[in-house]
């Protein structure tokens, strides 16, 4: 991290970019671009860091000793308190492609769940909305959309604005449109914009940018977190642009950290493994 702060400072892209492992470089075409994010985001941003936790894993199998390596720091921003997390591999005895750094992830305290674990290559820089914006603000969010389509009790217009692997893919999307129509109406006081990221994840097999945003909503019953995630571009390969999934369920506030729970765990991954729409309510109600 030490190392990493001195090359953001001197803005050296080319020498972030060279730590990554031969492996992740030639699997990842927009890693330059995520470590020009990375350095923006951090020169920008970064006030001081503090080093808050590593491990250290050696696995020897048929005579081939890995070795991998984690180790997670808290960043103050002028926007909040993020969390860093670096991982390398320092050895490995029969390949060296893969020996190098493999990811550096940066997302705000609180969502180690999503982006603590989540196994991406690369570089991931998770925003709080308010910070570097502009590319989320360019055209009115899902939300926005599904909003106005909700205020009018549009259940088809809620269909279209999916993309068209998710209408011809997931089962029951109208009923969880009508469902998540009647939630909004009868629940929702005012919703706010939370954090947003864009990274490029397989989706049937082909490659697409998919944008995550994570919104708050305020109810009379206390506060929900709405997931959403969609594809912003139609692909080449035939995957068309549109909303990927919309998860809600109970939400922390902004900050706190979960304790170990599986279900908990699932909320909030929900939306990245499925697609369509799943609501989770407080107390006694459940999701269809």
């Known amino acids: 991290m030490e190392k990493l702060m001195e090359l953001v400072e001197a803005g050296d892209i080319d020498s972030i970019y060279e730590v990554f492992s031969q492996a992740v470089k030639e699997d990842n075409d927009n890693l330059y671009i995520e470590v020009e994010a990375l350095v923006h985001f951090l020169g920008e941003n970064a006030v001081s860091w503090d080093f808050t936790g590593s491990y250290s894993i050696g696995d020897s199998h048929y005579g081939i000793h890995t070795e991998t390596r984690s180790a997670t720091y808290s960043v103050q921003t002028n926007g909040g308190v993020y969390t860093c ?55 009115p969010s899902p939300m926005e959309k599904l909003a106005g389509l909700i205020d009018q009790g549009d259940t088809d217009g809620i269909l279209k604005v999916f ?18 129509i009647s939630f909004m109406d009868d629940k929702v006081i005012s919703w706010e914009p939370y954090t947003w990221m864009q990274s490029a994840q397989y989706i049937n097999g082909v490659k697409a940018n998919l944008r995550e945003m994570f919104f708050y909503l305020h109810t009379d019953s206390g506060l ?16 068309s642009a549109g909303i990927y999934s919309i998860s809600i369920f109970p939400a922390l506030f902004p900050g706190q950290t979960p304790d170990l729970d599986e279900t908990y765990d699932g909320y909030c991954t929900w939306g990245r493994e499925n697609m369509g729409i799943s609501i989770a309510y407080q107390q006694e109600n459940q999701t269809d």
């Open 85 to 139: 997390c670096i991982r390398d591999v320092p050895n490995n005895s029969e390949d060296q492609n893969v020996v190098g750094f493999s990811s550096i992830s940066i997302y705000p305290i609180g969502l180690d769940i999503e982006y603590g674990h989540s196994g991406q290559y690369g570089s991931l820089v998770v925003y709080r909305v308010g910070q570097d914006t502009e590319d989320f603000l360019v055209a």
């Open 163 to 180: 993309s068209p692997v998710v209408r011809d893919t997931a089962n029951g999307l109208q009923e969880e449109a009508s469902e998540l």
């Open 224 to 239: 929900y977190r709405c997931d959403i995630r969609d594809i912003p571009e139609d692909t080449s390969q035939g995957v």
